[in-house]
Nanobody, 125 residues
C-alpha cells in the first residue's frame, strides 16, 4: 500500500488547512486510516483516525474540536481538515493505514502497517 500525503503549507495562527492522503490499494475501505504528526525535536504523535467504512472517529485531545477527519472510499482518500490552527500544530503530518487495528492501538504507531511520506505544516504566530 502506498500513501501520498499532500496539502501542507504555511498558514497564520487561526487559519485553516486541509490535508489529503491518497492510497494505492483497491482494498482501501478495509483499512483504518490515521494522521500522525512530528514536531521538530519531538516524537511522532497521534492526531486523528477514522475507522474503515467511515465509521468511528478518534482525535487527540490537543486537536479535538478544531480538526475533523473524513474519508472517501470511492476515491481512496482520507482528509484532515484543520481549523483554528496554532503554532503548536506546526509539524510534519503523516497519514497511516492499519489493517485489523484494534481500538486500543488506534493512537499508537504500532496500530498501522503503512505510512506516507509526510507533508509539512507551519503555523506562524
Amino acid at each position: 500500500v502506498q500513501l501520498q500525503a499532500s496539502g501542507g503549507g504555511l498558514v497564520q495562527t487561526g487559519g485553516s488547512l486541509r490535508l489529503s492522503c491518497a492510497a494505492s490499494t483497491p482494498t482501501f475501505r478495509s483499512y483504518t486510516m490515521a494522521w500522525f504528526r512530528q514536531a521538530p525535536g519531538k516524537e511522532r504523535e497521534f492526531v486523528a483516525a477514522i475507522r474503515r467504512y467511515g465509521g468511528a472517529t478518534y482525535f487527540a485531545n490537543s486537536v479535538k474540536g478544531r480538526f475533523t477527519i473524513s474519508r472517501d472510499n470511492a476515491e481512496k482518500t482520507v482528509s484532515l481538515q484543520m481549523n483554528s490552527l496554532k503554532p503548536e500544530d506546526t509539524a510534519v503530518y503523516y497519514c497511516a493505514a492499519g489493517s485489523g487495528t484494534i481500538t486500543s492501538a488506534i493512537p499508537s504507531e504500532d496500530g498501522y502497517n503503512y505510512w506516507g511520506q509526510g507533508t509539512r505544516v507551519t503555523v506562524s504566530s
